[in-house]
């Protein structure tokens, strides 16, 4: 779970690999996606990219802009 830097998103994940974009002022969800299993995830400082690790050691960067316009 973590917060876009200007904290007006919240991000929630799953060990199943879910991962919900809510609106914290509106109290909606705002997007989906579903990826690998995880435990931590960041935005970065201009929300445009999720970063995830994966099992194998990697670091997955998501383009989510589309998602969050």
């Given at each position: 779970?973590?917060?876009?830097?200007?904290?007006?998103?919240?991000l929630?994940?799953s060990?199943l690999?879910e991962?919900?974009?809510w609106?914290?002022?509106?109290a909606?969800?705002r997007a989906?996606?579903?990826?690998?299993?995880?435990?931590?995830?960041?935005?970065?400082?201009?929300r445009k990219?999720?970063?995830v690790?994966?099992?194998?050691?990697?670091?997955?960067l998501?383009?989510?802009?589309?998602?969050l316009?």
């Amino acid at each position: 779970m973590g917060f876009t830097p200007d904290g007006k998103l919240l991000l929630t994940g799953s060990g199943l690999g879910e991962i919900r974009v809510w609106d914290v002022a509106a109290a909606k969800q705002r997007a989906y996606m579903q990826g690998p299993a995880f435990e931590h995830m960041a935005f970065s400082p201009e929300r445009k990219l999720l970063a995830v690790p994966s099992q194998d050691s990697k670091i997955l960067l998501w383009d989510v802009s589309k998602l969050l316009e």
